[in-house]
């Protein structure tokens, strides 16, 4: 079956970085765009950035020029790469990849605070 595991997460101060990994299992993962979405205490989930099979991506604009997606497909596993990290990016990050219907991984906590 489906399963995404995310890792990575953690406390870090405002200006930091931390990189995410999610590594995927039970499905060809090379053909498929990923997906990593995030939620804020109290707020909806929000897509954070995508990559598709030939690596093009897209980042939400609270984001863009600070995380970078990527993906190594001998792996099975996509990353998020967040520099520069602000207090307002502390949430639960998801990985997600649709398969007819959408698939999520338990998410990793990253907190942002001084």
């Known amino acids: 079956q489906v399963q995404l595991v995310e890792s990575g997460g953690g406390s870090v101060q405002p200006g930091g970085s931390l990189r995410l990994s999610c590594a995927a299992s039970?499905?060809?993962?090379?053909?498929?765009?990923m997906y990593w979405y995030r939620q804020a205490p109290g707020k909806q989930r929000e897509l954070v950035a995508r990559?598709?099979?030939?690596?093009?991506?897209i980042y939400s604009n609270s984001v863009k020029g600070r995380f970078t997606i990527s993906r190594d497909n001998a792996k099975k596993t996509v990353y998020l790469q967040m520099n520069s990290l602000k207090p307002e990016d502390t949430a639960v990050y998801y990985c997600n990849i649709f398969l007819k219907i959408n698939y999520w991984g338990e998410g990793t906590l990253v907190t942002v605070s001084s």
């Open positions: 990559i598709t099979s030939d690596g093009s991506t």
């Open positions: 039970g499905y060809i993962f090379s053909i498929y765009t």
